[in-house]
């Protein structure tokens, strides 16, 4: 690239915010690689985000300038506010949700220098799966292409030259060509022709702003060039999420915009009449289905939960099927009603349908509550009385029911992005060996509420000394990601921006064929981890509350409680053959002595079957009779040699938080993080899940054997 070096500005870059610091946060480190010998000006506008913005990104990019909107002022208004002061011989109007590639800035600047009779560019946009995305080059809408889209004929015909006309589906995305409309996440433009048009037009409050810029261009006689040789990615809509009635809206209104203000000369009025109509009934089908994907999950759960009255209801009374509207009374109705209303505020209160919906305990908490008002309710009210032995059942089956959806849903592969939500664990590929390796991995170890299990590294290098780095194997380069993907089944690609370009990170994901791997990426700061749809934030190491839910009384009642009965429960179903297997080991020298130091809760001298030993069922059964007795808990510390590594006195458990993750941690910290977490954050639903990962891991959890086994067989 050959260009005068003087204080003139090259390229101002605009960006607006709103509530997505952290994926602006990623854009600027992105652009900072790759503005080279660039001179660059960054303005980034802030429509009035509450999450912080400002505060967060100033420290961190002092060079960038800021400007402080009181309201959200709306795309194209903001846009505008900060063309008015541009001072580059180019302007480059970005989402803050996109990353840009190290040549992007480059390759642009150099593309627009030799095509003068260029007004503005755009470049190759991949999604976050690494697929291309066909709003990198459009059409401008007309009536015509229009129709096809809402008829869904674009995307039966992708390559249509007729029916795809919208997103120029014929034209190979690697091709560069001239076309008329630009993705407005991504816009490189004069800034002369920026100033001749006045901008955006501020009718535009958000969506079509772009498509009536790129339009006012052409029609001033420059070009719109698209630049495939260099890519970005863009997360789509981070800072406008596309699920409720005010998008639907918004983009509609949009839509009528732009055809009133560019056609409507040309037809006549019961032509315009129809286009609104259209326009209108489009919008009313889009909100149509966005209340029926949000209510589908709840009518599942409702349907469940109502079928399973009705069956238990056949069986209770021995009707057959064809019997069912005769015998069931329409007053049962009303049980079939209070289940389903109790539920609904009851996931609602647990906000399970919101932010836990994978939560299991969420929904058996909902499940078990909606039950229990339907007794309640049936006992006081006699007109509506029902089986008693039906809602019984009902509140043990459901729950569990229950809580299997929830399970399925959480290891769906397109669910496997989030960390903390895994009975499974997400299978994690770490690419980049680099100076903030060592310290990530201990992060996303440390991180007590995450369930990564990282199952390698890749180097950026073809050739590295390093075999291993905290316990986890190099086990091959970034040039053989795609393979190293489909032969050991990851899950999600983390990327560290310290070793790894963002042109090695486009070019892998577009190579990467299996579609439900997520790619997330890590900054230099390891602060947090940026995927697709959320960010995960690494937590300083917590601080000890003076009050610990652990400790609370009814929360070691409802535990010693829970304790009881199960262990109750599994003593008598394994009694009838407990002189059995008794008598099998007789002769033999069968228990082991593991010193437990002065623990209060535990006396000293337990003895315990040996873990290791044949006689399997005899040990099971004699940890479970000290769990009757108190002296142990299904779930709590780890049984050792050594102290409560916490110095906090919790019972010993038969497994635990820390006994199940035993394979991801190797430092005293990180297990000392993993016991505070359990404490500070203690209720029975978490001891629940703990022991449903137990018995679904296969493995045996229940004590660490960091004493030496003297009298194993």
């Given at each position: 690239?050959?260009?005068?070096?003087?204080?003139?500005?090259?390229?101002?870059?605009?960006?607006?915010?709103?509530?997505?610091?952290?994926?602006?946060?990623?854009?600027?480190?992105?652009?900072?690689?790759?503005?080279?010998?660039?001179?660059?000006?960054?303005?980034?506008?802030?429509?009035?985000?509450?999450?912080?913005?400002?505060?967060?990104?100033?420290?961190?990019?002092?060079?960038?300038?800021?400007?402080?909107?009181?309201?959200?002022?709306?795309?194209?208004?903001?846009?505008?506010?900060?063309?008015?002061?541009?001072?580059?011989?180019?302007?480059?109007?970005?989402?803050?949700?996109?990353?840009?590639?190290?040549?992007?800035?480059?390759?642009?600047?150099?593309?627009?220098?030799?095509?003068?009779?260029?007004?503005?560019?755009?470049?190759?946009?991949?999604?976050?799966?690494?697929?291309?995305?066909?709003?990198?080059?459009?059409?401008?809408?007309?009536?015509?292409?229009?129709?096809?889209?809402?008829?869904?004929?674009?995307?039966?015909?992708?390559?249509?030259?007729?029916?795809?006309?919208?997103?120029?589906?014929?034209m190979d995305p690697d091709e560069p060509a001239r076309v008329p409309v630009l993705s407005g996440s991504f816009m490189f433009f004069r800034t002369a022709v920026l100033r001749k048009l006045n901008g955006f037009d501020e009718r535009f409050f958000m969506y079509g702003e772009d498509i009536d810029l790129c339009y006012r261009v052409a029609r001033e006689g420059?070009?719109?060039?698209?630049?495939?040789?260099?890519?970005?990615?863009?997360?789509?809509?981070?800072?406008?999420?596309?699920?409720?009635?005010?998008?639907?809206?918004?983009?509609?209104?949009?839509?009528?915009?732009?055809?009133?203000?560019?056609?409507?000369?040309?037809?006549?009025?019961?032509?315009?009449?129809?286009?609104?109509?259209?326009i209108v009934l489009k919008t009313f089908l889009s909100y149509i289905v966005t209340l029926i994907k949000k209510a589908s999950r709840p009518a599942v759960d409702l349907l469940i939960l109502n079928t399973l009255i009705v069956i238990l209801f056949l069986l209770r009374y021995s009707i057959p099927v064809a019997g069912f509207a005769e015998a069931y009374s329409p007053r049962f109705l009303i049980v079939n009603l209070l289940l389903s209303v109790f539920f609904l505020m009851a996931g609602k209160y647990y906000e399970q349908y919101g932010k836990n919906r994978f939560s299991a305990s969420a929904a058996i908490k909902s499940t078990f509550i909606a039950f229990t008002g339907v007794v309640l309710i049936t006992f006081f009210l006699r007109d509506f009385a029902f089986s008693r032995l039906i809602l019984l059942a009902g509140a043990i089956i459901g729950p569990v029911l229950i809580a299997a959806v929830r399970f399925f849903e959480k290891t769906r592969p397109s669910n496997i992005h989030r960390a903390g939500s895994q009975i499974i664990r997400p299978r994690l590929l770490v690419a980049g060996v680099g100076d903030v390796t060592r310290s990530l991995i201990q992060k996303i170890r440390a991180e007590a509420s995450w369930n990564y299990d990282i199952i390698g590294l890749v180097s950026q290098a073809d050739t590295q000394d390093m075999n291993e780095l905290e316990h986890v194997p190099v086990i091959g380069s970034i040039h053989q990601l795609p393979e190293l993907v489909k032969s050991y089944r990851a899950d999600q690609v983390l990327f560290t921006l310290d070793s790894i370009s963002h042109l090695d990170i486009l070019k892998m994901m577009s190579q990467i064929e299996d579609r439900n791997v997520v790619y997330k990426v890590v900054p230099e700061s390891l602060d947090y981890i940026v995927g697709k749809s959320h960010v995960e934030y690494f937590d300083d190491i917590p601080v000890m509350d003076v009050e610990l839910p652990y400790n609370a009384g009814w929360n070691r009642f409802v535990k010693r409680g829970v304790d009881m009965a199960l262990s109750g429960l599994m003593l008598v179903l394994m009694m009838p053959v407990y002189p059995f297997f008794r008598l099998i080991a007789s002769g033999r020298n069968r228990k082991l002595h593991i010193p437990l130091g002065s623990d209060p809760l535990l006396k000293p001298g337990l003895n315990l079957w040996n873990p290791h030993s044949r006689h399997r069922f005899l040990n099971v059964f004699h940890l479970l009779a000290a769990t009757l007795q108190g002296r142990l808990s299904l779930v709590g510390a780890p049984l050792t040699d050594q102290a409560v590594s916490v110095n906090i006195s919790y019972k010993y458990g038969l497994t635990g938080l820390l006994q199940i993750n035993e394979k991801r941690l190797f430092r005293q910290e990180e297990k000392n993080r993993f016991e505070l977490y359990y404490l500070q954050n203690y209720s029975i639903w978490m001891d629940f899940e703990i022991i449903f990962k137990t018995l679904l891991s296969g493995t045996c959890c229940f004590i660490y054997m960091n004493a030496a086994i003297n009298n194993g067989d």
């Open positions: 690239m050959n260009k005068n070096h003087s204080q003139s500005v090259d390229i101002t870059l605009i960006i607006v915010n709103y509530n997505v610091k952290e994926y602006l946060a990623n854009l600027l480190y992105s652009v900072d690689r790759a503005k080279h010998d660039l001179s660059l000006q960054i303005i980034v506008v802030d429509n009035d985000s509450h999450d912080g913005s400002l505060a967060y990104l100033k420290p961190r990019f002092p060079g960038v300038e800021f400007i402080a909107n009181s309201i959200n002022a709306g795309f194209g208004t903001a846009n505008n506010q900060a063309i008015n002061i541009s001072q580059g011989k180019y302007t480059l109007l970005v989402n803050p949700d996109v990353l840009i590639s190290e040549n992007t800035l480059i390759a642009l600047f150099d593309h627009m220098e030799q095509n003068p009779d260029t007004g503005a560019c755009g470049c190759k946009i991949l999604n976050p799966d690494g697929t291309f995305a066909p709003e990198s080059r459009r059409s401008v809408p007309t009536p015509a292409n229009a129709l096809w889209k809402v008829l869904g004929l674009t995307t039966l015909f992708p390559d249509n030259r007729r029916f795809s006309e919208y997103y120029l589906g014929w420059y070009n719109i060039d698209y630049v495939p040789s260099t890519s970005i990615i863009h997360y789509k809509g981070e800072s406008t999420k596309k699920d409720n009635w005010r998008y639907v809206i918004t983009f509609n209104k949009a839509l009528y915009q732009f055809f009133d203000k560019h056609y409507s000369y040309g037809y006549t009025l019961f032509f315009r009449m129809l286009i609104y109509s259209g």
